[in-house]
């Protein structure tokens, strides 16, 4: 198994790249503000042959490179239904008027190949089995991606911006809810085995067993079905 990984552009969003070795076909996750030229390198490096992006979620710093890097490679881009109007519209993602300036060098709007993704799909490219799990909160179509365990390889879960290291998404952006993340959580993480490897989408990895000892956000009773909130403690400000 191949992953690798970079931060890109003003948000240092973690972009990976995954195949099941070097010199084979590739899935792109998130490829934010300015990641192209990062995952030009990454695939020159291990020779690789992108087959699809996939997206975690529909916010600028994931997706802001999705035109170029589907256009390089003739790919398609997987991201769920809720969140596709953000690829075309990010202003009302950041609760901003449509038309609204931006940061300067970006190409909004759809990829030619755009597909949804479904709660529960699975999907199997570049030779992988990627699991799809919906878990809004952090916008209403945000996602994850989860590798199954291999030989010598644990599980490894794509969780985007719905849990960091020592914390988790922010809600106070448009389509997020801080109930309805608690709720994610506690139905995507919880059940995972602690040594399942988290690569999130901004910051250092971490593992499901490291989280539920220490991040306030994936405590039990926090998290749990009755969606109890947490009020002292606020998620970090990431996009």
Same mark, same amino acid.
Request: hydrophobic letters at 45%; charged letters at 20%; glycine letters at 12%.
């Given at each position: 198994? +191949?992953?690798?990984?970079?931060p890109?552009?003003a ?33 020159? *490096?291990?020779? +690789? *042959? ?5 997206? =975690?979620?529909? !916010?600028? @710093? ?5 035109i ?7 790919v398609?881009?997987?991201? !769920?239904?809720? @969140?596709?109007?953000? +690829?075309? #519209?990010?202003?009302?993602? /950041?609760g ?15 990829p @030619? ?9 699975e ?13 809004? %909160? ?10 199954? #365990? ?6 490894? /879960?794509f969780s ?17 809810d801080? @109930?309805?993340?608690? $709720? ?7 059940? /995972?085995?602690?040594? =399942?490897?988290?690569? &999130?989408?901004?910051? &250092?990895?971490? =593992?499901? %067993? $490291? ?9 039990? &009773? ?6 109890g ?6 998620? $970090? $400000?990431?996009?």
């Amino acid at each position: 198994m +191949l992953i690798a990984g970079f931060p890109a552009g003003a948000w240092g969003t973690n972009c990976y790249l995954l195949a099941p070795a070097a010199g084979e076909e590739c899935v792109i996750v998130d490829p934010g503000h300015r990641a192209a030229d990062g995952v030009a390198e990454a695939v020159a *490096k291990h020779r +690789l *042959k992108p087959v699809a992006v996939v997206l =975690t979620h529909g !916010h600028l @710093d994931h997706v802001a490179s999705v035109i170029p890097v589907c256009g390089a490679h003739d790919v398609p881009a997987w991201i !769920h239904p809720a @969140d596709r109007y953000m +690829l075309a #519209e990010p202003e009302k993602a /950041l609760g901003m008027a449509v038309g609204a300036p931006l940061l300067g060098d970006l190409t909004v709007g759809e990829p @030619d190949d755009v597909a949804e993704l479904a709660d529960g799909a699975e999907l199997e490219l570049a030779g992988l089995n990627l699991t799809v799990a919906h878990a809004p %909160g952090h916008t209403e179509g945000s996602v994850t991606f989860r590798l199954p #365990e291999q030989p010598d390889v644990p599980q490894v /879960l794509f969780s985007g911006d719905l849990l960091f290291a020592g914390s988790i998404g922010r809600t106070d952006l448009p389509g997020g809810d801080a @109930d309805e993340i608690l $709720r994610s959580l506690a139905r995507v993480c919880l059940p /995972l085995d602690d040594s =399942t490897v988290v690569l &999130p989408g901004h910051g &250092p990895q971490t =593992t499901i %067993g $490291r989280e539920r000892a220490g991040n306030p956000f994936l405590q039990e &009773p926090a998290a749990g079905p009755a969606g109890g909130t947490a009020a002292p403690l606020r998620p $970090r $400000r990431r996009m």
